[in-house]
C-alpha cells in the first residue's frame, strides 16, 4: 500500500508542476490513460500466468 500512496503522491506533484508550468499534461486522456494501463497490467499478469502454466509439466 505504500508503494501506491508514494506513487500517487509522485503522479500528483508531476501534475501540479506540469500546470504550473502551463505545460501540457504528460499523459493520455483521462479514460485512454487508464485503459492502457489496465491493458499494460493485465498483459503483464497473463505473461506471468502462461509463463507458470508451461514450467509446472
Do not use: N
Request: net charge positive; no cysteine; aromatic share 20%.
Amino acid at each position: 500500500m505504500k508503494t501506491v500512496f508514494i506513487a500517487t503522491l509522485t503522479g500528483f506533484l508531476v501534475g501540479l508542476i506540469f500546470a504550473f508550468l502551463k505545460l501540457p499534461i504528460p499523459a493520455p486522456p483521462a479514460f485512454a490513460g487508464i485503459a492502457g494501463i489496465i491493458g499494460i497490467y493485465l498483459g503483464f499478469k497473463a505473461y506471468e500466468w502462461v509463463i507458470g502454466f508451461f514450467s509446472l509439466g
